[in-house]
């Protein structure tokens, strides 16, 4: 069978047409590299003899790849004979006048390393470096490049030849070449070359320019005495038009220099990349993370050299926004708020605008029916949809911005507080709710602006639409309000806001227990068809009318009556406070106060005892599906008698007070709120702290630090030659990180047995975005190993490089070989390896499998700022993975010792809502976050531990645990028997409950709290 194709693949190479002959090349190709080599090689001589000498640019280029493929020498490392008879022929291409065959020509020799055939073909590589075509004369420049590389004495001025040429070239990617090979082979030459021309260096190509940056980047290392000189060329190459090059110019400045100079030009440079519309948006974040480094080092310089805003506003991406934003906040200082205010009142018109429109063109599009339905399940979210999500996201960060504004300058409190009252006409409530919080946390961190916040809610309350955001106001109206006439004014506003009494529906809608259906079919006798069947026959009687839909978006007096209880709960605490306050000032004006307080509540009351049908918020079961906003659906309402128990509580208080409910009201109220704000704001300064730690203050002194007063001081430079001196920020540089090594982030896994002929362990370090694998071989054999190498497969969102380089291994001797596995997301992921060598004088391979290598989870995520309730309450509706984890703990631990013991061992940061960790206590409600080192999805953990430690006998298993609700536990009587075991025997069960975007981390999330808890 063999000899029959060996006779086919001639007769084709025979042949006198050239397609037979590109088919023949093309099959012994592939028979080569699916193992039949033999036959293959056997055709090289009638390869050379027939087809060597046809003039066809595909046939010679499937040729030079035939030779590439079999190999110039045979397997004891000997030329083969035949390619001596190939010389002539590539002579005679390297002189064709077809550049496209002059330039494959020389690309493959440039890839050969057998001197015999490069010495036979020296003089014409050499004369095409005056080919008249610039394709050509860069092939041989290249060409030349190698050959003087591997065999220096066949062109012993090849520096010269380059350097000639480089003078009179044009052509810049000739030019490039030609500077690369002098960079590499002669770098005198080289810098004379950019001496001579260093006052146009901007107008070289961008290959060249870029060149230039290295070229003068490593010789600012090796010769730092002439740091100043060449720091010029690369100030003259800044202006460059090319992103590129500004990115390499900047990265050198950097690297090279600390003057403020150099550095506000860096900066310079960044920003002129992150503004030109022809950088790609994954440049951009690369850029941003290089503006964070940055300002980790000079953030004063960058404070008045770096404007960020045009960049803020100009681009259509949200996660440049955000991280642009993020990084203009943290450089803000009192000369630049007000642009940043100004930027941000730009954008809140905007995006306001903006949203309005999509609403109104929603409400247009959507038809109009009695009952509202839920939309049809569809795969994708609809453009509406997605384009609502992004306008909500953009108007969220713009409403943090403004609080970061305001908390950090108290001199724009006003002005920003102002700004975000524009958002109580925003249509999504999540927004307005959230620029209310805000207003009220700025108020009671700032109390010089309370006048100004007051007097604008209190002219604006008719324009509230959102129930969230009267809420808010109320509950400012009802702490804030200060001085008798304050008080009457705010009682007023909300006796307008409400309307006349008594509350009733509109006209034609009458109340009704049972909602209308459509059509009310009765039934009549059976008819008889045609063919004698009986068929039923049914008539629509008239659809009684349903009841009319209120707007529950218009104002206070439309959500009351759409039955909206809990607000009025909220109306009656404020209209306390408000008439608790205006009786210690002005009894008689309390009067009248108290009189419009009691009919405004009787009227809700009696409003509310009634059953009546309205349309009321439905939000979907199912967070994740396109159907996430809330629909209003026709249900029946009554008020709940805790709203009515609330309502009479807020009304005994006001006619029959006491120094207790006056306590509580006015004081402890506006204490448990000031306590949570302070700790917000106290974690938020940590979180910040923390951050900046590394470039602010000063490392910790530990006994590793701390060295003898007589110990001689080691200096870089004078460790080793110029040459041969390292960078200190080389690793860095390669990996992308600010640390090379963390010893907390590091583990030794064991990957082969003690009785294997190798021994393998491997050192794992977790660097932000790589693991870098450092393994250790052991060589237990008195036998060598050649090409020993390590083959490594991943198993979810890693990557890694197959095998790594081949190494040989003495008997009894050890050697490290290292890797990095690049890390996409913080999914469950795995890393299989196995160990591939030869052993003594044998052949065939041998493989032995390594254990696997699991990566931890806390390695990828960490604390993150603590986000607002609001926030948190939004992402934990959103987040569809969850995963409940029961709390089985060996150890005895106190409630602020377990939840400590747990932060620390996910790697995640305890939210201060409630201050869990002050005092002790029988039970606790307590929440973790933490964010992924690659940015979004955050994680959610939320702890209800509301088990008690009587006696300090049972442990935290008895932590029963609810996320981000009111826990009221039974206390465990101290001489319960069985400890933590009895008490979950009779039903009492705790978990904790995590949710996350992604269903891996949760998983994995879930593993490590159960292995730290046993």
């Excluded at 009458?510 to 209308?516: E, F, G, H, N």
Aim: hydrophobic fraction near 40%; charged fraction near 20%.
């Amino acid at each position: 069978m063999a000899q029959e194709e060996s006779a086919d693949i001639q007769a084709l190479i025979e042949s006198k047409s050239v397609e037979p002959k590109i088919a023949a090349v093309k099959m012994l190709i592939n028979l080569y590299r699916n193992g039949d080599k033999a036959t293959s090689v056997n055709m090289l001589m009638p390869l050379i003899r027939h087809c060597a000498m046809v003039e066809d640019n595909q046939l010679k280029r499937l040729l030079l790849e035939y030779y590439s493929t079999i190999g110039m020498s045979d397997a004891d490392g000997k030329l083969r004979d035949q390619f001596i008879l190939v010389c002539n022929t590539f002579t005679q291409d390297l002189q064709s006048h077809n550049e496209y065959v002059a330039g494959i020509t020389l690309r493959f020799l440039s890839r050969i390393t057998e001197k015999e055939i490069l010495q036979q073909v020296v003089a014409p590589v050499v004369d095409s470096l005056k080919n008249t075509h610039a394709y050509a004369r860069r092939q041989a420049i290249m060409c030349v490049y190698s050959i003087y590389k591997e065999h220096s004495d066949l062109v012993p001025d090849a520096p010269d030849l380059i350097y000639a040429l480089l003078a009179e070239e044009h052509d810049g990617l000739c030019q490039r070449n030609a500077l690369l090979m002098l960079f590499q082979c002669a770098q005198e030459k080289a810098l004379q070359f950019l001496t001579a021309n260093a006052e146009i260096v901007q107008s070289f190509s961008h290959p060249v320019q870029l060149l230039i940056v290295e070229l003068v980047r490593t010789q600012c290392r090796s010769r730092p005495s002439e740091k100043s000189q060449w720091l010029k060329v690369i100030l003259k190459l800044i202006s460059s038009s090319s992103n590129s090059v500004k990115y390499s110019c900047a990265k050198a400045l950097l690297s090279l220099s600390s003057q403020p100079s150099a550095i506000r030009a860096a900066a310079q440079c960044y920003s002129e990349v992150l503004q030109s519309s022809d950088s790609d948006n994954n440049i951009k974040l690369v850029v941003l993370d290089r503006l964070l480094e940055m300002k980790r080092q000079y953030s004063r310089l960058l404070e008045k050299s770096l404007n960020l805003l045009p960049i803020f506003s100009g681009s259509s991406s949200f996660e440049i926004r955000k991280r642009t934003l993020t990084l203009a906040l943290e450089l803000l200082n009192s000369s630049t708020v007000t642009d940043m205010l100004y930027t941000l009142r730009k954008e809140t018109t905007r995006l306001l605008e903006k949203a309005r429109a999509l609403q109104l063109q929603t409400a247009a599009s959507r038809p109009t029916t009695a009952v509202a339905s839920a939309p049809a399940p569809s795969s994708a979210p609809s453009a509406d949809e997605v384009e609502r999500k992004r306008g909500v996201e953009d108007r969220m960060l713009v409403i943090n911005a403004l609080r970061t504004c305001a908390t950090s300058f108290a001199e724009v409190v006003s002005d920003a507080a102002t700004l975000l009252l524009e958002y109580i006409h925003d249509p999504e409530p999540t927004c307005s709710g959230a620029a209310m919080g805000v207003v009220r946390e700025l108020v009671e961190i700032h109390p010089q602006s309370c006048g100004v916040v007051l007097e604008r809610i209190l002219g604006t309350v008719h324009e509230m639409h959102s129930t969230r955001v009267l809420h808010v106001a109320l509950w400012i109206m009802g702490t804030f309000a200060t001085g008798a006439a304050q008080c009457a004014r705010a009682v007023q506003v909300i006796k307008e806001a409400v309307g006349p009494l008594p509350l009733k529906r509109p006209e034609g809608d009458q109340p009704a227990l049972v909602a209308p259906s459509p059509a009310n079919p009765e039934s009549r006798g059976p008819r008889i068809m045609a063919d004698g069947s009986y068929a039923p026959q049914t008539s629509t009687a008239p659809a009684a009318p349903a009841p009319k839909e209120l707007d529950a978006n218009v104002d206070l007096r439309s959500l009351l009556l759409n039955g909206d209880f809990f607000l009025s709960t909220c109306l009656a605490t404020a209209l306390a406070k408000l008439v608790l306050k205006a009786a210690d000032e002005a009894p008689e004006t309390a009067g009248a106060m108290k009189a419009d307080m009691f009919a405004i509540l009787v009227a809700i009351i009696a409003y509310g005892q009634h059953p009546f049908q309205a349309y009321v918020p439905s939000t979907p079961i199912n967070p994740s599906s396109q159907a996430s906003r809330p629909t209003r659906c026709l249900t029946e309402v009554v008020m709940s008698p805790d709203d009515l128990e609330r309502i009479c509580i807020c009304m005994e208080v006001v006619e029959h007070p006491t120094p207790i409910a006056r306590e509580i009201f006015l004081d402890l109220s506006r204490k448990a709120f000031t306590e949570t704000v302070q700790a917000t704001v106290q974690q938020r300064g940590e979180e910040r702290a923390r951050l900046g730690a590394s470039a602010a203050a000063p490392r910790p002194l530990d006994q590793a630090s701390m060295v003898a007063a007589d110990q001689l001081i080691p200096f870089r430079h004078f460790a080793a030659k110029p040459e041969e001196a390292a960078p200190q920020d080389e690793a860095a540089e390669l990996l992308g990180a600010a640390e090379v090594a963390d010893s907390s982030k590091t583990q030794i896994v064991q990957l082969t047995g003690y009785s294997d002929p190798v021994y393998c362990e491997a050192s794992v370090n977790v660097s932000h975005y790589n693991v870098l694998l450092d393994f250790t071989l052991v060589n237990r054999t008195s036998e060598p190993f050649k090409d020993m190498a390590i083959e490594l497969s991943t198993v979810g969102d890693l990557s890694a490089s197959d095998t790594t380089i081949p190494v040989t291994l003495p008997p009894n001797q050890s050697t490290h070989v290292k890797t990095s596995v690049k890390i996409v997301s913080t999914d469950t992921g795995a890393i299989h390896g196995s160990i591939v060598y030869k052993q003594g004088r044998e052949p065939v391979e041998r493989f032995l499998l390594l254990r696997d290598i699991h990566l931890d989870i806390v390695y990828c995520i960490g604390p993150a700022p603590a986000p607002s309730a609001l926030e948190y309450r939004t992402m934990w509706a959103q987040f569809e993975w969850e995963n409940k984890i029961p709390i089985k703990c060996s150890k005895h631990f106190t409630i602020p010792q377990f939840l400590q013991h747990l932060a620390t061992s996910a790697n995640m940061g305890l939210l201060p809502y409630g201050n869990p960790l002050v005092g002790e206590c029988a039970f606790a409600s307590a929440n973790f976050y933490a964010r992924s080192i690659f940015g979004p999805p955050p994680l959610l953990l939320g702890l209800a531990p509301a088990a008690c430690l009587p006696a300090a006998c049972l442990p935290a298993a008895c932590l029963p645990a609810a996320c981000l609700l009111s826990v009221s536990p039974d206390w465990v009587p101290t001489g319960l028997r069985g400890g933590w075991r009895a008490w979950r025997a009779q039903g009492r069960t705790s978990c904790c409950t995590i949710r996350s975007k992604l269903q891996g981390i949760a998983l994995s999330l879930g593993d490590k709290i159960s292995s730290c808890m046993a």
